[in-house]
Structures are given as C-alpha cells and as structure tokens.
C-alpha cells in the first residue's frame, strides 16, 4: 500500500543548515507537502511541490524532489531556535477520493 | 478569522461511555477529514467527506461515525470508546482534493 517514510529525530546547531529527508511509494502523488507542528498545535502547512517540479525554493526553504527515487527533502537554511518542531512529510493520492498520507514526522532539535 | 475548531480540547473518558467530538471550519470547504496522531505512526485518516453527505472510510475507520448534515460541521462519534482509541485527534479542511489542510488544534482523547 501507499508509505511515507521519514527519519524520527535530527539535532542540529543554530545557524547551520537542516536537511530532513522522506521517501513515498505512490507515483501518482500530484502534490508533496511538508507540514510543521509546534507542540500544543495542530499542524500547519510549510511548503509544497508539485509532482512535476525538481525543485522550489522560499526563503529558507528549499524542497528537492527527485521522482525516479521518489525521495523528497526538505532543507532550512540557518536553522534557528524557533524551528524546532516536528515536520511531516506528506503526500495526496489520485486515487478519487480525499486522502493525504503523512510519514511518521521528524522531530528537530536546534542547539543554541 | 479563518479557522478549523475541535471541541473538546482535552476529555477523559472511560470505556464504553459515547462521545462526539465536535469540528467547525469558517472557510466554506467542502472537504475535511479526521485524523489520529500516536507516536511513531504519524497522522492516519479515519474518515473524510468530500461534501454534505458525502463521506468515506480511511485507513482506520474501526469505532468511529461520522456525519456531514452541513457544510461546517463534521463531528467524529465513538459509539463505545475503547483504550486503543486514547489518541490525540485531528480535524483538517480544504478547498480542494489536492490542496492545502487547514487543521484544527487537536483534540486530546483518553480512554481508561
């Protein structure tokens, strides 16, 4: 069946570069999210890309997709305190009906 | 404000005694879903509607109702709530198949 695959915990220092990493199995996904929730919160939507895109970058953001592996990362730039949540990865079906999958979620832990 | 809104925020319950948890979004969508958020697993979909009506089995349909009687409102009933079902539960909207989720803050559920 359809799986998103994302690793659980990433540490990293303030003021260098995040990347977190997910991999899903359904081709057809037209769109690929990445969501971020802060603890106490629901989550909300950081950025997307569209199957058809390598690449899309806003602001600190950059998402790659690369979809002959179907491996899509997401990369913060001069990670800061206030990035330290939980991020999902995600994924829509073609399938006709309403149905998001999302990986596990990685947690990231900025040091001061 | 745009918004999606669980009610109760935190319940503690105890097996077999129903309940219903509310949502309402003042965006107009005609989409929304439940989700259950456990550690390890990520969010997984319990139900979705596509309209008033119109609704549908996720992967973890097991001891859940739904109900879409207007466009708002979409509450997720447990008919006999058991301890496998304490989660903390997600409502989400969105204007379109593919697009965005707006989520709600969650609502934490414990079953003794």
């Known amino acids: 069946g359809e799986d998103v695959e994302q690793s659980l915990f990433l540490s990293v220092r303030e003021g260098d570069s995040s990347v977190i990493n997910c991999t899903y199995t359904?081709?057809?996904?037209?769109?690929l999210y990445w969501y971020k929730q802060e603890p106490g919160a629901g989550l909300q939507l950081l950025t997307y890309?569209?199957?058809?895109?390598d690449m899309k970058q806003d602001q600190r953001l950059t998402v790659l997709l690369n979809k002959k592996d179907k491996h899509l990362s997401l990369r913060i730039a001069d990670t800061q305190t206030g990035d330290s949540a939980i991020y999902f990865c995600a994924e829509t079906l073609n399938t006709g009906g309403f149905k998001t999958i999302f990986g596990a979620g990685t947690r990231l832990f900025v040091k001061a | 404000e745009a918004q999606v809104t669980q009610n109760p925020r935190y319940l503690i319950t105890v097996t077999g005694k129903k309940l219903t948890v509310t949502c309402s979004q003042n965006m107009n969508h005609e989409y929304m879903s439940w989700y259950r958020q456990d550690p390890g697993l990520g969010l997984r979909q319990i139900y979705y509607?596509?309209?008033?009506?119109?609704?549908d089995k996720g992967d973890v349909p097991e001891g859940y109702k739904v109900s879409r009687k207007e466009k708002r409102n979409f509450p997720l009933i447990l008919e006999s709530p058991s301890p496998n079902q304490t989660s903390l539960y997600f409502c989400a909207s969105s204007p379109s198949r593919t697009g965005e989720l707006f989520f709600g803050e969650g609502s934490r559920l414990t079953v003794l």
């Open positions: 359904d081709s057809s996904s037209t769109y």
């Open positions: 509607s596509m309209n008033v009506e119109v609704t």
């Open positions: 890309i569209f199957s058809n895109m």
